[in-house]
């Protein structure tokens, strides 16, 4: 995808995610949270400051998990999911970070067909 259709299909995704959650325009943070919550399988609770940080993290490795950086290794006790680094992923620019993360979001959302 080029960067005005990821940008536009982005913009899109914001939108239905706030209205679905009834909120305003969620940034990157805020969808990240929301794809490890739905990684993570448990269903909507409260989440302290590190858990939501590790929610971020989680659904980074899943992302990521598409271009092959990383791989699931399993769950722990509490049934957080583990993620391994496969290969490092490269240093990209803060633009192209940006870029790639909305990609792999867009991606994401499609395969649970929610856009």
């Known amino acids: 995808m080029k960067a005005a259709e990821v940008n536009k299909k982005w913009g899109e995704l914001r939108e239905v995610i706030a209205a679905q959650f009834e909120m305003e325009l969620p940034d990157m943070k805020v969808i990240l949270f929301l794809i490890g919550v739905q990684e993570l399988g448990q269903g909507p609770k409260t989440f302290s400051k590190r ?5 971020m993290h989680i659904a980074t490795c899943r992302l990521f998990s598409a271009m092959g950086f990383y791989e699931l290794e399993g769950a722990d006790e509490d049934g957080w999911p583990h993620w391994k680094l496969i290969k490092p992923v490269p240093n990209y620019t803060l633009l192209e970070q940006e870029l790639i993360l909305k990609s792999l979001i867009i991606n ?5 067909e929610v856009i």
Do not use: G, N
């Open 51 to 55: 858990e939501k940080e590790e929610l």
């Open 108 to 112: 994401y959302f499609e395969e649970l």
